[in-house]
């Protein structure tokens, strides 16, 4: 059955549940100071000596620290240091592992008492479901300017839904609980399948897809709407890190109690990233 009650309402990705840490105010001060100067001093040079080797090279400075600027929001907003991160993370050993430590299990999961359904494909006996509309910025089928073919999709609904499971570790056949759902915080690394694009030839939308509008008090007329959705199934092969409990003979993964980061990834040039919950990963869509 599909008990919503008993599962977690993820947050949306924009929602908080992981962010990057800011980079300090003082170091943003005295990077702004020591390019003022610099380009000070460059200017100078290049009018008194006519020499532009200080000014080229201050340029070109400033183009590298803004591009790992850039790389670092780039990466954040597709969640590329939390992947590099669960990638990273060595496998735990379950026989080995002791109570209280951070562990990542991968293995094979099943339902726990309470299994979701995906709520526009129907996917029956998930542990994880989310489903994401976005639409154009634009009003009806016209993108927002008429002269380019560039559209800006915002967000217009998301629903992430996650419940208790339970995973077999795949290095020692231990089966352990992941309690994922009872307002617990889940991080999911799910990546969704598009299934709907409309465009603006669409003069009305698929019968089922104004149902599954309608069904959530939203506009059904004809836009540009592009629906994604994403799940794990029962018999699927993910990754999950969390907190390990032991109780008797029963090994139970939650929810860390404190903060989780990433740290430098300076290999990658990333900056640290703070996560706030269970991890849970999966390489692509789940079938």
Partial sequence: MN????????????????????????????????????????????????????????LSLSALVAAFLIWNALSWRRNGALLLYLHSFPDSDLRLARDGQLVKITGVVTCGSVSLESSYEKASRCIYTSTILYESGGLGLKPIDANTTC???????????????????????????????????VVPLIIESKLVNTTRKCVTLSTHL????????????????????????????????????????TATIVQPPELISTGCLWRNMLLPVDVDGLILGAQGRLL
């Fill in 151 to 185: 559209f800006h999709w915002r967000l217009a609904y998301s629903e992430r839904f996650s419940t208790d499971f339970y995973i077999t570790d795949s290095k020692s056949g231990i089966r352990a609980l992941v309690k994922a759902g009872s307002d617990c915080k």
């Fill in 3 to 58: 008990d919503l009650s008993s599962a977690a309402k993820l947050k949306d990705q924009e929602g908080h549940c992981w962010k990057s840490k800011p980079i300090p105010r003082a170091a943003i001060w005295v990077l702004l100071s020591v390019f003022l100067v610099g380009f000070v001093v460059s200017i100078f040079i290049l009018v008194a000596v006519h020499n532009a080797a200080f000014f080229l090279s201050l």
């Fill in 210 to 249: 104004r149902k599954w509008l309608r069904d959530r008090d939203l506009s059904a007329e004809a836009r540009l709407l592009r629906l994604e959705e994403g799940y794990v199934k029962e018999g699927n092969s993910v990754s999950v890190i969390g907190m390990l409990n032991r109780s008797d003979d």
